[in-house]
């Protein structure tokens, strides 16, 4: 198990005659995705559009995306994991007890055809939603996923892709990996990058109580985070750059507003699936930039000595212990 | 100003074998005299032109998909340790950026090629370069499975199709033009590949690969790129598919070409039990055509991640070893795919390969037709150039290692029976002088007056290993920029870029091709000029820049 088999939207719109959404609701939350992308799209291998596509929506409720898809399967709430595994047995041909069926909530009959229909698509894509990844087995739901989409490609092509939201949630991966090697749960704390999740992730640094100041861009924690988290943020002082007033910048000792992005500040977004799209702001804004204020911050913070002294580190550990 | 005097000078570029010389820079060049200023004793050291990478993969999206893949690899490998003037960072398989300037650096190569580009997310290649200190940098953009570009060849539009390849280079803002896998990664979007250079591709009624490389090699030399097409040829890693390569190199037909990563595709047998080198047919080949040149892909053993843009190799390579696995299909344009892997010399397809990049490069005679190159990260990543340095200089060390492959290769490979030694100016030429006039680029490479004042300077050492592996001094544009084992100064490097003369219509029958296959606006595609961090232009050949 690992990895991950994608493409980017334009893939999707061109050849894609098979689609699954699993664990998630585009048609409320991400509501240009069936006409730019995945079922409105007409091209020179799907003439005919929506047509030429079948969609299949699988979640536990059955939401407004039900209504654009073909097939709707309501799969029982907790029961992903298992489902994925069933799939991925039933692709290669091998037993699966019924009951083990009847426990998704779904039956033999409605999964050989969906098996059936994977199989004979030409281009299939999968794309999962937080319905997924962050329900009961979290990352291993959708590393299961990912691997059905792998495997998938022994019989035709198959991709997968996570329903990323959150502005520029993707940009912020993306760069942290060409400069740690890591997309987040990063510490610096050794004087080079380190990664683990649960331990180095913000709500876990804030919970328990490990950092002594926070500095906070585009991100709004005060209103999402557990409460441990929220308490330790008003213990220490905390620096909010955000253009609006939230949850966090009221309980922030600072608060700079910053013109938005995208609209009156420019940058680089990175779509869900790492396209980086250029911002082009239509709008002046009397505030300063992200991107300014944070050079401010840096450029005084270069001015003081630095915080250890010279030649105490080494340059490079050639083993990390 | 520095002056750096004594040492004993190797500079292919101007027939300079070993001569002590005195070497005079100012403002980043070499000049022929100057008036005070640091002077560097080098009695006794050896001089050489900073190293140029043709061949390499350091930035965008594939490489940051393989950092994603491999965090047990960051997790144990070297680490820079963040000081006033430099950012932290990893080494290990898929270096992060600011180690990868600070590595590169740290053996004496200066200027590096970033070979596959896909025009989509080349703003992204371009933001990850900027991140990239000290080294030059160029970089290829992938065209031989642009649908767009191919629908021309297939209609028998070839100056159309010059002007779209003319149009994407400008938009990517990028150096030259990658062929990978012609046709087969087109075919890959539909799960199937290119094998035969004769045959239809897939979703193609009369286009072949072979049509591909031909016409994609007139429209480099059309448009006047000072690095010629850079081809991946079909049916990379597979057992037999020398004779893929021998019928690639005869479409090109007397063009200029580099031929990337050779080693790859020198093998011959029917299947893995039978693969053997063919390398000695690959070689004669090249010493009869000297206007084509190569990089020798050379393998390493020990663990590294493979990435390149041949979509349905990384497929069946998963499928042989059941590692983690990433594929990123771009738009119209390419693919990318991801597989960790380890070469073990218990390995016979492993050893063979082994074999077959050193046997390339003691087989070509000239020096500045065959390139250093790991194809990293894909052989091996490219800090280990060091260990390739010594098998080439040592005949008796190659006996060494050939002791630990297994018995069954008697018989496959011919390494045994060479006993070849590169001498320190066919090493100079090789990692320097040579990719360098690859590259179309007379300042690098090159120690003569004028050219780009980039000198490593090494303390002779007789492990040969360790000595080009611990420069003594590395100066970049005239600046002392690593010092007994240090880093000392992490200047920006430049980005070379070329605009190739296109026709102005060409926007008017590019937008609604583009909007049909694309998912950004067309105006939002090409990389703005602006974005890129010291830009320099180069000159088309036969053409002024106004």
């Known amino acids: 198990m690992g990895g991950k088999v994608s493409c980017t939207l334009g893939e999707v719109k061109q050849r894609a005659d098979f689609i699954v959404y699993w664990g998630g609701n585009p048609a409320e939350c991400h509501p240009r995705h069936f006409t730019k992308y995945t079922l409105m799209q007409k091209s020179k291998f799907l003439p005919r559009g929506r047509k030429d596509r079948t969609m299949v929506l699988v979640d536990i409720r059955e939401t407004k995306s039900a209504k654009a898809s073909d097939i709707f399967l309501q799969v029982r709430p907790g029961k992903d994991f298992e489902l994925i595994t069933i799939l991925r047995a039933l692709i290669k041909d091998q037993n699966v007890s019924d009951e083990a069926i009847a426990d998704t909530g779904l039956t033999r009959e409605v999964l050989d055809d969906l098996v059936q229909r994977m199989k004979s698509a030409k281009f299939g894509c999968m794309f999962f939603g937080m319905g997924?990844?962050?329900?009961?087995?979290?990352?291993?739901?959708?590393?299961?996923?990912?691997?059905?989409?792998?495997?998938?490609?022994?019989?035709?092509?198959?991709?997968?892709?996570?329903?990323?939201?959150?502005?520029?949630?993707?940009?912020?991966?993306?760069?942290?990996?060409?400069?740690?090697?890591?997309?987040?749960?990063?510490?610096?704390?050794?004087?080079?990058?380190?990664?683990?999740?649960?331990?180095?992730?913000?709500?876990?640094?804030?919970?328990?109580?490990?950092?002594?100041?926070?500095?906070?861009?585009?991100?709004?924690?005060?209103?999402?985070?557990?409460?441990?988290?929220?308490?330790?943020?008003?213990?220490?002082?905390?620096?909010?750059?955000?253009?609006?007033?939230?949850?966090?910048?009221?309980?922030?000792?600072?608060?700079?507003?910053?013109?938005?992005?995208?609209?009156?500040?420019?940058?680089?977004?990175?779509?869900?699936?790492?396209?980086?799209?250029?911002?082009?702001?239509?709008?002046?804004?009397?505030?300063?930039?992200?991107?300014?204020?944070?050079?401010?911050?840096?450029?005084?913070?270069?001015?003081?000595?630095?915080?250890?002294?010279?030649?105490?580190?080494?340059?490079?550990?050639?083993?990390?212990? | 100003m520095i002056r750096i005097t004594g040492g004993r000078v190797y500079d292919p570029a101007n027939g300079i074998n070993g001569e002590v010389r005195d070497l005079c820079m100012d403002g980043g060049s070499f000049v022929e005299s100057v008036e005070g200023g640091r002077t560097i004793d080098a009695t006794g050291m050896i001089v050489f032109p900073g190293g140029v990478d043709v061949h390499t993969h350091v930035a965008g999206g594939a490489i940051n998909f393989a950092r994603a893949m491999t965090p047990e690899d960051h997790r144990r490998t070297q680490a820079f340790i963040r000081t006033k003037t430099r950012r932290s960072g990893l080494g290990g398989m898929a270096p992060t950026t600011f180690a990868t300037g600070y590595l590169y650096a740290g053996m004496g190569w200066t200027t590096v090629n970033e070979a596959a580009v896909p025009v989509l997310s080349a703003r992204h290649t371009h933001e990850e370069l900027a991140d990239i200190p000290i080294v030059d940098k160029t970089t290829l953009t992938l065209m031989a499975n642009n649908e767009i570009m191919l629908d021309q060849l297939e209609n028998g539009e070839y100056e159309r199709a010059k002007q779209v390849v003319a149009w994407y280079i400008w938009a990517a803002k990028s150096y030259g033009i990658k062929a990978v896998?012609?046709?087969?990664?087109?075919?890959?979007?539909?799960?199937?590949?290119?094998?035969?250079?004769?045959?239809?591709?897939?979703?193609?009624?009369?286009?072949?690969?072979?049509?591909?490389?031909?016409?994609?090699?007139?429209?480099?030399?059309?448009?006047?790129?000072?690095?010629?097409?850079?081809?991946?040829?079909?049916?990379?890693?597979?057992?037999?598919?020398?004779?893929?390569?021998?019928?690639?190199?005869?479409?090109?037909?007397?063009?200029?070409?580099?031929?990337?990563?050779?080693?790859?595709?020198?093998?011959?047998?029917?299947?893995?039990?039978?693969?053997?080198?063919?390398?000695?047919?690959?070689?004669?080949?090249?010493?009869?055509?000297?206007?084509?040149?190569?990089?020798?892909?050379?393998?390493?053993?020990?663990?590294?991640?493979?990435?390149?843009?041949?979509?349905?190799?990384?497929?069946?390579?998963?499928?042989?070893?059941?590692?983690?696995?990433?594929?990123?299909?771009?738009?119209?344009?390419?693919?990318?795919?991801?597989?960790?892997?380890?070469?073990?010399?218990?390995?016979?397809?492993?050893?063979?390969?082994?074999?077959?990049?050193?046997?390339?490069?003691?087989?070509?005679?000239?020096?500045?037709q065959v390139f250093l190159s790991t194809d990293h990260p894909n052989g091996g990543c490219f800090w280990r150039y060091p260990e390739i340095i010594k098998l080439l200089m040592c005949a008796d060390f190659r006996q060494e290692c050939l002791k630990q492959l297994p018995d069954k290769i008697k018989g496959k490979i011919r390494l045994a029976e060479i006993d070849r030694e590169y001498t320190l100016y066919e090493i100079a030429t090789s990692m320097s002088a040579g990719p360098a006039r690859a590259l179309g680029m007379p300042k690098k490479g090159n120690l003569g007056i004028g050219s780009d004042a980039d000198v490593v300077i090494y303390e002779e050492d007789e492990d040969v290993e360790r000595m080009f592996g611990h420069p003594r001094y590395v100066l970049k544009g005239g600046e002392v920029v690593i010092e007994d084992g240090e880093i000392r100064e992490t200047p920006e490097g430049r980005e070379f870029l070329i605009k190739p003369a296109c026709d102005p219509g060409i926007d008017d029958f590019m937008r609604p091709l583009f909007e049909e296959c694309y998912t950004m606006s067309f105006e939002n595609y090409p990389v703005e000029l602006e974005r890129i961090e010291h830009a320099e232009f180069a000159d088309c050949l036969g053409s002024t820049r106004s």
Not at chain 1, 203 to 214: E, F, H, I, S, Y
Not at chain 1, 216 to 245: C, E, F, N, S
Not at chain 1, 282 to 306: G, H, Q
């Open chain 2, 181 to 368: 896998n012609p046709g087969g990664v087109a075919a890959w979007k539909w799960g199937k590949d290119a094998k035969q250079l004769t045959s239809p591709i897939e979703g193609y009624s009369k286009l072949t690969p072979g049509t591909i490389v031909t016409q994609l090699a007139q429209i480099c030399e059309d448009l006047g790129l000072p690095h010629p097409i850079h081809l991946h040829c079909n049916n990379l890693g597979a057992p037999g598919n020398i004779s893929t390569t021998i019928d690639t190199l005869k479409h090109l037909e007397g063009r200029r070409a580099h031929i990337a990563h050779c080693q790859y595709h020198a093998y011959g047998g029917d299947d893995w039990d039978t693969m053997c080198s063919e390398t000695a047919q690959l070689a004669d080949y090249f010493n009869a055509h000297p206007g084509i040149t190569t990089d020798a892909g050379a393998v390493l053993f020990g663990d590294t991640v493979t990435i390149t843009a041949d979509g349905p190799w990384q497929h069946l390579l998963y499928k042989l070893t059941g590692r983690k696995w990433g594929n990123l299909d771009v738009e119209n344009e390419t693919s990318c795919g991801i597989v960790p892997y380890t070469y073990r010399p218990s390995n016979l397809v492993n050893a063979v390969q082994w074999a077959s990049g050193l046997e390339l490069l003691l087989l070509i005679q000239d020096p500045w």
């Open chain 1, 132 to 321: 997924l990844s962050m329900t009961r087995g979290k990352h291993m739901n959708s590393a299961a996923l990912l691997t059905l989409a792998a495997e998938m490609n022994a019989f035709t092509k198959f991709v997968a892709m996570p329903m990323r939201g959150h502005g520029n949630v993707t940009g912020a991966d993306v760069m942290m990996r060409w400069q740690t090697g890591y997309p987040f749960g990063i510490t610096f704390n050794r004087g080079y990058p380190r990664y683990n999740p649960g331990e180095f992730s913000t709500v876990d640094v804030l919970v328990r109580g490990d950092c002594d100041a926070a500095f906070i861009i585009g991100a709004d924690p005060g209103g999402t985070m557990p409460q441990p988290a929220i308490d330790h943020l008003k213990r220490i002082p905390t620096i909010v750059l955000d253009p609006h007033v939230t949850h966090t910048s009221k309980l922030a000792r600072v608060h700079i507003t910053t013109a938005p992005q995208g609209i009156a500040a420019p940058g680089t977004a990175y779509r869900m699936d790492e396209v980086p799209l250029p911002l082009k702001p239509p709008l002046k804004s009397p505030y300063p930039t992200d991107e300014y204020v944070v050079r401010r911050i840096n450029e005084a913070i270069m001015a003081k000595p630095f915080w250890l002294p010279d030649g105490s580190q080494p340059q490079m550990l050639t083993a990390q212990v």
